[in-house]
């Protein structure tokens, strides 16, 4: 499966150039509407602002609804990927343009997953502005308490959907495949002048 990276859209900064941080300010930046998946007694999103100042997005959140989450228990982290991915494909219908355009014969039902006002505001966005969710690129503050709605933690078990593939299509670089080559000669001995004896370990590229 092809994945559009962000860079493909975006002129990003590159691990060389003197500033990786080039949209620190808001006004450089894109506003974005985005869900924040938070646990319920959160009272502020993770704004990761190492990522959103390098890839420049002005982020307002907004608190995905409850139904999405494992448990009613207001301290779970947790949220459940098949409801969340339900929730989304349905809040298409959040933006003027889906309205308009995409959906035809769009109308006003009584529907709180298609009454984006009815979702509570975790935080507006550093530069100010109170914009909700997007109906064409779903973003998230975090996904790591993501489950199939199996377990908590699913990355301990071997019949997790996700983490058993994380990392699957990893490539290593030159740099990383030397580390490993010189942690691996630490660990089992061997002589240190380079010599490629423990190739065999260190994944190929």
Known sequence: MHILEWRDVKALPTSSDPDPYPYSSPDKSEPLGCWSTRKITASEPIQA?????????????TRVPAFTRFSQDPGDPHIVFS???????????????S?????????????????????????????????KPEGQ????????????????YEWRFGFSPVWRTVGRWLRFNSRIE??????M??????????????DGIVPPV
């Not at 989304?88 to 959040?94: D, G, L, P, T």
């Not at 355009?101 to 935080?123: L, N, Q, S, T, V």
């Not at 030397?178 to 942690?183: F, H, I, N, P, V």
């Not at 000669?185 to 423990?198: I, R, V």
């Open 49 to 61: 602002e190492n990522v959103v100042h390098h890839i420049g997005v002005d982020a307002s959140y």
């Open 83 to 97: 409801r969340l991915a339900a929730f989304i494909y349905r809040s298409a219908s959040f933006s003027s343009t």
């Open 99 to 131: 309205r308009n355009h995409i959906i035809p014969g769009w109308r006003h039902y009584d529907d709180p997953e298609k009454e984006p006002d009815k979702f509570e505001e975790i935080a507006p966005s550093p530069g100010g502005h109170h914009k």
């Open 137 to 152: 690129l779903a973003c998230f503050d975090t996904m790591y308490y993501m489950t199939s709605g199996a377990e908590v």
């Open 178 to 183: 030397g580390l490993a080559k010189e942690y």
């Open 185 to 198: 000669k630490k660990l089992f001995g061997g002589d240190q002048d380079g010599s490629e004896e423990y």
